[in-house]
């Protein structure tokens, strides 16, 4: 992050020529130049992955792939089974997933003592790294399995699992942020502290924690293994019904992917387009006052 | 991204109760919050437990031939975990291989080289890289970059090197080698930004004493900054290599599912990750789903020790980072 | 300790939900119980009732393209009926209905005594017949002139090879001995087999195929819905492999024949036990089904049916069931089921050949229909 300025050339160098070796300044020239190249090639993925989910996508999108479900052999039909089951299950699953997630945090930052915040923030820490397909197993054990029914709740129940454990660290650093003179103040003032938590503390971090969210958000709208033992997959469209099986727009994609026939091909561009474009607009902005600050 | 120093409760070691007493709402409030705290906990402990106790099953009659088993069999009732071992390892392995330069490289020219003009839209890019969803990923690389491979890099390699076995071909774009590749793509956001906070946390006193004594800017990066952050770094790459042992969709729809060992890096293969996806949902209740259920116990296990150490690489450089996403 | 876990909660949430349902072993119905009691005098066929009733079904990939169309189909002539089929493999379907989380399950593989002993206690399962398949063998060669290659034949031992791995390109001679016509076009590309990576009813059929007509594939792998392949990529479902197939030049692999016209690859023409080379049709198949009727077993479980007898019968003809409970534990779904079958095995018998599966031999079609009759509820039959 700090740029520093390479040695100055002082005097003495300057009339007796290079204060550094000839090969030297090349292997400097070339390792540079190696590491923006570097740099390039990992934004060229990026932008090829970007460039044939838009260009695939853009000609698969038609009011079809928004309105209608799934047609037998692909002929016309869309992704709206999709479209309204990650619609209802993601949200569901924040809604799961945030209280548990910014309170939880607000333990561990607020109240907790050395050892629990350790073991919590471990925990935390912990359950982030677990691939997502184990936790579809788990929930599958508990609330597939006993009820005998693939069913949305559970695909829900899956994804907040997944979401609450980013959402508890992100909100534990934002609250960390916040200045101990505005706790101290408050409570000053007699405010007690569970009001001092919510009035004063989250209030000051809240930007910290919506992004954390909203990026908790975006993954789960992009997962899919863990939908694929719990909520199944349904061709019907299934509205409210959270015991009964639901489909998703990456189970969408994922089973498209792989048809033979290319007019299904297509649906899973229009939907990788979608997809990416909830999953992008999201990511951008919330990142983007960030980096607005940073360059600015 | 950021690094922040560890944390101990506000206002003392009793926190925000201090010294004072507690009223009954407060009481409440802290009670409430903990037992969600503690339900993350909870979580993790009822998934250990869980898969252990379903594991059991399949070890009790394997035992620690299961994970040493070649035979994937599921009609003739013999499990062996090694194929899949053997298909995760290879496929992360190439990825961290293969990310490994290009990532550390980039973190550099992002944290030393780089006008803040340059580096930030950068750092915004590889970060969007972060944000695709594994499945467009493999959606991508089912159409894109398998049938890329097959015909420019795997046909060169195996033009070049096909006499060593481990780069035989022929090459079909869909194998070990198009999952390596994709997981290459996947981790670089991890490896580049977590590699950056670490370099940038590496004391300027540094960098000025090694221009001071007259390095070039590349020395002074290799010779100063990289050894100071280089348990950092490594940390960095350990938590990359986690992350695409855990990876499943993209890896599921371009490694070929096969469950075979792979002789070369162009056979088809399959990941522990993937080997679940394919066939959970119709696995026989029973011995069947004991041994994927144990597949996924191995693979946890790996991960989590690969995350713990990876942690206390980088926290001993850096301090406590946590990952947005 | 209270412990206000999330499973508590979400437990609690869930038994909530399925209290909703009848609370047995069946999934839950959406709606009001039939109007049409079980075993009054109502209609000669079997109707579904009024009410808003959903089925869920799971299982073969194999007659999927199917069973879309059935269910478009009597979805618009019963609006209030909505079915839910994922095709997940015969190993699924079979592992669904066995722990009843879904209402039908599907599998081209008759279930094994085995997979018999597992199922619940003092339940029985019905194996009801609808269609009838051909396995293809479908292939992506580009020829040396560019073009897709077209009209390959091969024989057993040709096939046999090739999915053992010991004919490894398009050109080797048993292959041009049989293809006369083409050998000169054949090309030299490596072959790539695609096989399925889940449990499949289709591999059954083929690797039956396999295990009848080679000495070293019956010593070395055997049949099965899941066996252990010597070489090549596998793929999930018939959609996964002929999509594999599709993708990659000088691929091979085994499909029902519609997904071979749906995916626009040639699909081979295979040497049968009359020495004449055969096409994958419904016709081919219909004349092999034909020529085993009378030892056509009381279960209804048929084993793929290999090589039969007859100058055009197709050598890899496989039946396909849909597995139910004799004893529904929900009469409204029971009674839906029941006329689904029925339509299916009636008026869906005509939809197959337009899209490349075979219509029940009428013996056959006669004795699945006398089936529907030993479905119950609560007792007594739903279709007496």
């Not at chain 1, 397909?133 to 899956?158: D, E, H, M, R």
């Not at chain 1, 969408?252 to 297509?266: C, D, G, H, S, T």
């Not at chain 3, 499909?255 to 994958?280: I, R, T």
């Not at chain 3, 090589?307 to 597995?323: C, E, F, K, R, V």
Request: net charge neutral; glycine share 10%; charged share 10%.
């Amino acid at each position: 992050m700090t740029a520093i300025a390479g040695p100055p050339r002082s005097i003495a160098a300057r009339l007796t020529g290079s204060t550094v070796g000839r090969r030297r300044t090349i292997v400097d020239r070339v390792m540079r130049g190696l590491a923006l190249a570097a740099a390039i090639i990992c934004v060229i993925p990026l932008g090829a992955v970007l460039a044939f989910v838009i260009g695939n996508g853009i000609s698969a999108l038609n009011i079809d792939l928004l309105t209608k479900p799934p047609k037998a052999l692909g002929l016309g039909g869309g992704a709206l089974n999709a479209i309204l089951g990650s619609l209802q299950m993601v949200p569901l699953a924040a809604l799961l997933a945030v209280p548990i997630g910014v309170l939880g945090a607000v333990y561990v930052a607020e109240f907790g003592n050395r050892r629990s915040a350790r073991i919590i923030r471990f925990s935390a820490d912990v359950l982030v790294g677990v691939p997502s397909i184990i936790i579809g197993i788990f929930v599958f054990t508990f609330l597939v399995l006993p009820f005998k029914q693939f069913n949305a709740f559970a695909g829900s129940v899956a994804l907040a699992v997944i979401m609450v454990p980013v959402i508890m660290r992100t909100t534990e650093e934002s609250l960390h942020i916040v200045p101990n003179s505005l706790r101290e103040a408050s409570l000053a003032l007699g405010v007690p502290v569970w009001r001092t938590v919510f009035s004063v503390v989250i209030r000051t971090g809240l930007s910290g924690i919506l992004t954390g969210t909203m990026l908790a958000f975006a993954r789960a709208m992009g997962e899919t293994a863990p939908l694929l033992f719990t909520a199944l997959g349904s061709r019907l469209i299934n509205v409210g019904n959270f015991a009964k099986p639901m489909d998703a727009l990456p189970v969408f994609i994922y089973v498209n992917a792989r048809q033979p026939n290319e007019l299904l091909n297509q649906q899973a561009w229009g939907a990788a387009f979608l997809l990416l474009a909830i999953v992008l607009i999201i990511n951008v902005a919330v990142r983007a006052r960030s980096w607005g600050r940073q360059i600015g | 991204m950021s690094a922040v120093p560890t944390p101990t409760p506000p206002l003392g070691p009793r926190g925000l109760l201090g010294g004072s007493g507690s009223r009954l709402p407060d009481l409440v409030f802290r009670g409430g919050t903990g037992v969600f705290a503690w339900v993350v906990v909870a979580i993790l402990g009822l998934l250990l437990i869980l898969l252990v106790l379903n594991s059991r099953q399949v070890f009790g009659q394997f035992g620690l031939s299961f994970v040493t088993g070649t035979d994937w069999d599921p009609v003739a009732g013999m499990y062996g975990a090694l194929p899949f071992i053997i298909g995760t390892v290879a496929s992360s392995l190439i990825a961290i291989l293969l990310a490994a330069p290009i990532g550390i490289l980039t973190a550099v020219f992002l944290a030393e080289l780089a006008s803040r003009r340059v580096a930030v839209p950068l750092t915004f890019a590889i970060e969007l890289l972060a944000a695709i969803p594994s499945v467009v990923y493999g959606l991508w690389g089912v159409f894109v970059l398998g049938p890329v491979l097959k015909a420019t890099v795997e046909a060169w390699l195996v033009g070049t090197l096909g006499w060593l076995p481990i780069f035989a071909g022929p090459p079909f774009g869909i194998g070990l080698f198009a999952a390596g590749v994709i997981l290459t793509l996947m981790i670089l956001p991890t490896v580049i930004s977590i590699s950056r906070d670490v370099i940038s946390s590496v004391p300027n006193h540094q960098r000025e004493a090694m221009l001071a004594l007259g390095a070039t800017r590349w020395e002074m990066i290799t010779r100063a900054v990289l050894p100071f952050a280089r348990s950092g770094i490594v940390g960095a790459l350990i938590l990359g290599l986690g992350r695409a042992l855990g990876e499943t969709m993209a890896v599921t729809m371009v490694i070929g599912n096969s469950q075979r060992i792979p002789q070369s890096i162009f056979d088809p293969s399959q990941t522990i990750a993937s080997q679940i996806a394919t066939t959970f949902n119709e696995a026989g209740v029973g011995l069947q789903t004991s041994a994927l259920i144990a597949l996924g116990l191995i693979l946890l296990v790996i991960t989590m020790t690969l995350n713990v150490i990876a942690r206390l690489l980088v926290w001993r450089v850096a301090g406590p980072v946590t990952e947005a996403a | 300790m209270n412990i206000l876990s999330k499973r508590a909660v979400g437990l609690a949430l869930a038994a909530i939900l399925a209290g909703c349902s009848s609370g047995g072993a069946s999934p839950t119905a959406q709606g009001t119980p039939g109007t049409t009691p079980a075993g009054s005098a109502g209609p000669s066929t079997p109707v579904p009732p009024t009410g808003d009733v959903t089925l869920q079904g799971a299982g073969a990939t194999f007659p999927a393209l199917l069973y879309q169309v059935w269910i478009e189909k009597f979805s618009e002539a019963y609006p209030n009926v909505a079915i839910n089929y994922q095709a997940i493999g015969s190993g699924g379907g079979i592992k669904g209905i066995t722990q009843q989380t879904v209402d039908f399950g599907a599998s081209d593989a008759a279930m094994k005594d085995t997979e018999i002993a597992a199922l619940p206690a003092g339940t029985k399962i019905l194996h009801i017949p609808t269609a009838l398949g051909a396995v293809v063998v479908i292939y992506n060669i580009k020829g040396k002139d560019g073009n897709a290659i077209k009209g390959l034949k091969l024989d057993a031992a040709n096939i046999a090879g090739i999915f053992l791995g010991t004919i490894t390109t398009w050109s080797d001679p048993t292959i041009a001995a049989n293809n006369p016509d083409i050998a000169a076009n054949l090309p030299d590309t490596a072959i790539l087999t695609v096989h399925r990576a889940d449990s499949s009813g289709t591999t059954n059929a083929f690797t039956s195929y396999l295990d009848a007509v080679s000495p070293d594939w019956h010593t070395s792998v055997g049949a099965g819905k899941e066996v252990k392949w010597p070489v090549g990529n596998g793929a999930p479902g018939n959609d996964g492999v002929s999509g594999s197939v599709k993708q990659t030049d000088g691929a091979v692999g085994y499909v029902e024949l519609q997904y071979a016209v749906v995916s626009g690859l040639g699909s081979a023409q295979v040497k049968n036990a009359a020495g004449k080379f055969v096409a994958g049709s419904s016709a081919g198949v219909t004349s092999a089904a034909n020529s085993v009727l009378a030892s056509f077993p009381a279960d209804f479980r048929q084993a793929p049916i290999i090589n039969a007898a007859g100058d055009d019968a197709y050598p890899i003809a496989s039946y396909t069931y849909i597995l139910a409970y004799v004893d529904q534990t929900d009469a409204t779904q029971g009674q839906t089921l029941v006329a689904f079958l029925y339509w299916a095995l009636t008026d869906g018998q005509k939809e197959e050949k337009a899209i490349g599966y075979a219509p029940l031999p009428d013996s056959i079609d006669q004795k699945a229909i006398e089936e529907l009759h030993q479905i119950t509820t609560g007792g007594s039959p739903i279709w007496p």
